[in-house]
Structures are given as structure tokens and as C-alpha cells.
């Protein structure tokens, strides 16, 4: 099966007259003295460099959408090729994991799964073909309530260099776009985890948020987006070629202090504690309830009561509950098995059907289901599937091939 890779490059004289160029453009647009005087050893780390632009979804899928009807897969194509002309000003090669409405489950090779997982295998093996220095996955996000909103840009856990990327394309896109409170984040996405190079998952903005749908609408507003990005990564660049370090102010130290302990619950008897989405645009994670589950008292075996409790769940928030629901409603808990200390979940096809979320609330709708269901068996983990079938995914950015384990970092 052939597999178009896309190699842009600019022939020699004027690739060193397009980095002079831009270096000087940088440098006035960068603003910093420091970075100003940094600049002659810089052309060395921007020009010849080699960027993978990966426009999410495509083709059958077409990702989040607005109310209005925009749809992820195309405002994420547009941005990848304003993306791209700003890395070809600046002698940067870029490939391009696709350039039309499609998407790659057809070059996935031997991989299994459903049509979305065998995408993310396509985009896996298309980025470790062209052997990138970065690469940039490009996504909108969608969650049930409208009031989150904000560009958001996530790396794998423990994938250092990832995290620095990520840190300053984040730092970048909040100056220029704010206001936006949001932080570089770890995220679990299949995406990052299985490519080697530097990579990060922009989430340009929400979909779901009236007033940033409207925005994303919009030519300009997406060109100031690439614009951002660009200079964010620039900046990375700019960054190791000064020792590693990010020079850029109020980046020196990006460790967060340590975080404050979550709040011990006490339950009574009867009662769980279900996760659910944060109730403001501050709170992008989740957030616990207290719900009394009569089966919890009268059952005695542990599959009924795990069902009773994750079919709270799926019911959404309660009544006058300022928390927002994770998972679609019309999703149904087939069946519960516990095998040691795995707990599988089996739920059918809505889950996955009727889901439309982008990688964050992916992300929140999973650990829901885990983080909820370790508060009653502590110390478990939970293999969720699909008519008995382990390897889906709810929205394109996530596998679930294996148990997981409770995460503590989606609670803050
Ligand atoms: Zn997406």
C-alpha cells in the first residue's frame, strides 16, 4: 500500500536567504532583547528542521462539532496549513499526515481495531516513517457543558521534552489568544505515547463554547492560532539552542508547587462517590458527588453493586447538581466481571456512538468511569470494552487495550 508523505523543501540559496529572513523576522517579533542577541548561532536550530503537522480526525470521522455545525476535521486542516506556510517561511520541512478530507485507517498495516483506532495506528506509523524532529497533533475539544472554553496543549506524561513543547506553545497561545487560564496539561493519547519525537496535542479551542465556536469560525482568528503555535515551537527551538533552558520570562522553573491533598470523603453506608466534569471554565477536571445507591446496602455481590454505582454514573450529575456529565447518557453497562483485581466494564455500542467530546473530555469521561469505580473497590483496575471487546475508543485520541489504574491527576 503506498503512502503519500508530504516533504516540502526549498532549494538551497534560498533556504538560507528564507531562514536569514525569518530569523530577523523572529527576533523583532519575539520582542526580548535576549532572544535578539541570541539570534546569530539560532539559524542552525529553526532552518532545515523537519515538523510533523497532524490535522486530527478525517474522512468518516469528523470529530467535535458546534452547534452550529463547524466540524473539528476541517477547522483543523485549515490550521495545519496556515501552520505549515509559517515552518516553510522558515526553511522548516513539514509533513503533513493528511491534506484532504480523509482519514488514514487504510494505512495502518496489519493493526486491528475499529476504524478511528486504525487512524491513530496510520498517523503512529506515518510519523515514525518520516522521522520528524516534532510533531504537532492538531485538535478541537467539545465537553457537554458550553461554558468551558480555551486553547489547551498536552503531552504525555514523563515525556519531558514533550512537556517543555508543550509549556511554551501553551504559554504562547494563552498570551495571544487569552483571556485563557488554562495550562499545559499531561494527557494520555495514544498519539504521543507511541511517537518518538517530541509531541504535543494542541486543542485550538472549544467547539462547544458558543463565543469560541464563532471565533473558530473565523479565517483570521485561526490564522493568529498558527501563528501562535509557530512561535511557540520557535521558541522551544530558541530555548534548547540556549542550553535547554526556557528563556522566555516567567518560564524559568515551570514546576508547579506541590499540590494541596485532595479532601478525604467520609461515606455513609449506602452512599458512593461518583466523578464528574468540574462545574466552571476554571475547573477541567473532575469533581466528586456524594450519591446514595440503595444497592450498595442490599447487594451482596461485588459485579451488581460496581453496576449499580457506574449506572449512577451514566445518569449524569444530580438533580440541581452544578457538575456536568462525562459519559453520554444513552450509553448502557452490559455486564461487570472482576478477575483479581481487573474489573471490566462491557458496554455497548453508545458508548462510543454516541460520545462527541475532543481529547481532554476523552480523557475526564474514562477516568470517571476508573476513578469512580476504585472509590468502591480500592486499589483495582478497570478494563472498559465494547460488546466484549477490548481496543476501542471513545473519541479518536485514546485506546482502551488495558486495564487502567486510578488517576489522581485529573482530580485537580
Ligand atoms: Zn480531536
Redesign the pocket.
Known amino acids: 500500500m503506498s503512502v503519500r508523505i508530504y516533504v516540502v523543501r526549498i532549494p538551497g540559496v534560498a533556504a538560507v536567504f528564507a531562514a536569514a529572513l525569518l530569523l530577523l523576522g523572529v527576533g523583532v517579533w519575539l520582542g526580548g532583547e535576549k532572544v535578539w542577541r541570541a539570534l546569530t548561532p539560532l539559524s542552525g536550530f529553526v532552518s532545515g528542521r523537519t515538523v510533523i503537522i497532524d490535522p486530527?480526525?478525517g474522512g468518516p470521522d469528523p470529530?467535535?462539532l458546534s452547534a452550529a455545525g463547524l466540524c473539528?476535521k476541517e477547522i483543523v486542516l485549515d490550521v495545519a496549513r496556515r501552520l505549515e506556510i509559517y515552518f516553510q517561511r522558515a526553511a522548516v520541512y513539514t509533513v503533513l499526515t493528511r491534506r484532504e478530507d480523509r482519514d488514514l485507517a487504510d494505512e495502518a498495516g496489519e493493526a486491528g481495531g475499529g476504524r478511528k483506532v486504525r487512524d491513530l495506528e496510520g498517523r503512529i506509523a506515518l510519523a515514525r516513517r518520516s522521522r520528524g524532529d516534532l510533531l504537532l497533533s492538531i485538535?478541537?475539544n467539545a465537553f457537554p457543558s458550553p461554558v468551558w472554553s480555551g486553547a489547551q496543549t498536552f503531552y504525555y506524561p514523563g515525556r519531558e521534552e514533550s512537556r517543555r513543547l508543550a509549556v511554551l506553545v501553551q504559554n504562547v497561545l494563552v498570551e495571544r489568544l487569552g483571556p485563557n487560564t488554562r495550562k499545559a496539561k499531561a494527557g494520555e493519547f495514544r498519539l504521543l505515547e507511541k511517537v518518538p519525537m517530541p509531541a504535543v496535542l494542541v486543542e485550538i479551542g472549544f467547539l462547544s463554547n458558543p463565543r469560541e465556536a464563532e471565533l473558530l469560525g473565523r479565517p483570521e482568528y485561526r490564522e493568529r492560532i498558527a501563528e501562535a503555535i509557530f512561535t511557540g515551537v520557535v521558541q522551544y527551538w530558541l530555548c534548547q539552542g540556549q542550553g535547554g533552558e526556557p528563556a522566555v520570562d516567567g518560564l524559568a522553573g515551570v514546576q508547579p508547587p506541590p499540590a494541596a491533598p485532595l479532601p478525604q470523603w467520609r461515606l455513609k453506608q449506602g452512599e458512593a462517590l461518583l466523578y464528574f466534569g468540574g462545574p466552571t471554565n476554571l475547573d477541567d477536571f473532575l469533581a466528586p458527588e456524594v450519591r446514595a445507591v440503595p444497592a450498595l446496602a442490599q447487594e451482596k455481590s461485588l459485579e451488581k453493586r460496581i453496576q449499580a454505582v457506574v449506572e449512577e454514573l451514566l445518569a449524569g450529575p444530580g438533580e440541581g447538581s452544578i457538575l456536568s456529565p462525562t459519559l453520554p447518557r444513552r450509553a448502557r453497562l452490559r455486564k461487570v466481571r472482576v478477575r483479581g483485581e481487573v474489573v471490566q466494564l462491557d458496554f455497548d455500542r453508545a458508548l462510543v456512538e454516541s460520545f462527541h467530546g475532543?481529547?481532554r473530555s476523552e480523557e475526564l469521561a474514562v477516568y470517571s468511569l476508573v476513578n469512580t469505580v476504585t472509590e468502591l473497590v480500592p486499589g483495582c483496575r478497570v478494563l472498559i470494552t465494547v460488546e466484549g471487546k477490548a481496543g476501542a475508543t471513545l473519541?479518536?485520541?485514546m485506546v482502551l487495550d488495558r486495564p487502567l489504574s486510578r488517576n489522581e491527576e485529573v482530580l485537580r
Open positions: 486530527g480526525h470529530g467535535c473539528e485538535h478541537a475532543g481529547a473519541a479518536g485520541h
